[in-house]
Structure formats: C-alpha cells, structure tokens
C-alpha cells in the first residue's frame, strides 16, 4: 500500500493547485472517519518547505504558549516523541483548542528539523471523535490507508495524503488511538518530497516509554492486578479450549496468589523471571462449565478435576500477566507449576 501511494505521487496524478493555507475558507478534504474542524485557527507563522516559497501552511494559532517535553508528556498519554537525529525547534499548546477543532481541551505540538525539513506534529485527546488537527487544507492528489508500525502494537490505522501543487510538495499522516482517544497529525511541506515516507517517520515517533502504564507498577493496586488477571485469564483459556475443539459454557477466574515483589524474592523461579513494573505472577484455580458436548479431558488438562455432583472442573494454573504496547493485558508462560 505504501508503495501504490510513492508510485501514484510520483507520477503526478492530478497534479492541481493549492486550495488554500491555514486560515482560509476552504473545507478541508477529510477523510470519512474524521470530523473537519469547524473553525480555522488564525495562522501567526508556519514553517515553510524546503526551498519552497510557503507550499502548506502548519498554522500556530494564538494563543499557543511555549510548552516543554515534559509537560506535553503529563497531558498526553502516549506522547510522540521526536524521532532520532531531529532537531526539536518547540513545543507549544493550546490550553482551549475549541476555537481551534471544537474540542476542549489542550492541543500539543511539537516542530521539528529532519534532514533539513520541517516537520509539524500535533497530537489531542479527541474522545470518540478521529479528528485532523493539522489545520491544512487541501484537495488531497494522493490518498492512501496505513497501517503504522510500533504504534498500537502495529496495529495502528492511519491515512496519509500527498498534495501537490505549483510550488511543491505537503505530505500529511493521521492515526488515531482508538482506546485512549487520542488523534494525532505528522505534516511537511518541500520542494520536492518524491520517495520520501511519512509514515517511516511516525512510525519512529512512538515512544513505549511514554505508555499510560510505563511508570506504574500492576503489583502496586492488587485489586486492579486481579481483575486484570482474571479477565485475561479467561479469555486465553477460552481461546487455548476452541483451538483444542472444546469449548466451556462459562469460566470463572479466581486469583489465590499474587507475586508482589518480596513474595518474587521468595520464590526463587519467579525471581528468576525478572518480571519488570507492568508484569505479575499469580496462582489462580479457575471454574469451567463444560459447553453441550464438550470432551471432558480436554477441559480437564493435566491439573484439572470434575466435581461430579455439579458437573464444574477445577483447573489450577499460573502465570504471568503482562502489559502490552497498547496498553493491553495478555498472559505469558501459562503453566501448572514453578
């Protein structure tokens, strides 16, 4: 898909001319799944491509105020970060974006320098809502659907769209995090952008650091950990039992122990696993209801029993919950013994 999208630019299909920058009239040619802002921001300065003369405006509307790292970081979960090698030139947030997009809220965003381009990302908490917060407007020469690596366990859809006009190039790429709610926009604007990628670049954005869990420790809330455990834990047996060709008609997790990290250092397997901050060992004995027909043996296991009155098997396991880049739970090293 990537390569239909380079191959369609460089032909210059439809090559037209620039609608208009930031601050026009003109309605911007958003994708179905977006909304289009419902007012422009007054553009006071954008960045101007390489060698050309101002080919796509990446308008900062007043009043954006100096910002840091470090604070775009507390108001943004998953923050991007600058990619390797960039130079940053500033951060800047819009503390009320409604003028803006119609959402409150603070809009963050970060300009940098990359191999002599400038870049502009923005990122904001949208909710329920997959927004361009790019503030340009263009009828788009290429379009295309991407699925961006790193970001949302590389599952992440994105669009990109490629304008090309008298002056030059604008590249543009939007994700949306659909869990959290957060749009995000990564645009440039040259002279001459043939080949170039931006999704590579989005792609090099995404920082685990900067998950909504890195700094906090599962083991610290036992009550979180172990309703984490027990949904996860349900839905892999359930899995595991439909790929066997058995399937229960319930199941019904419960945790008898949790490793936190005295009990790990008493444990000398558990020890041993190194678990970090995002990761738990647990104990647990699980209920099973076998389904109409079900094999018996299967949901049974090798640590599993039936209570013969009632019909439910007990099976005890252990394992180790685990957090993933999109801040999901899965289990690892699911077994019936240390």
Known sequence: MKKRFLAMAAAGVLSVAMLAGCGEEAAPAAPETQTAPETTPEATEAPKGEGAENPGEVGMANPWRDSTEEEADELIPRMFVAPEGAKVLSWMVLDDAKEANGKEGPLVD??????????????????DDYLDLSGLYYEWTVEDEVTLANWGGGNMKGNMYRNINETGYVDLITWYDVEIGISYSLSVAAEDLDGFDIQAIAEQMYNADNEPLSGYSLKDDTEYCTEQIEIAMA???SDVYKESGAEAESITVYVDKLYDSVAEAECEPVAELNLG????AFECHCEIVPAEGADINILMGSNGEQNEETGVITVYLLGVLT????????????GTGW
């Open 110 to 127: 970060l300009q940098f320098d990359l191999d002599g381009r400038i870049f502009d990302a923005r990122a904001q908490i949208t909710g």
């Open 277 to 280: 901050k995002d990761a738990a």
């Open 235 to 237: 839905k892999t047996l």
């Open 323 to 334: 957090t993933q880049s999109d801040g999901s739970y899965t289990i690892e090293g699911l």
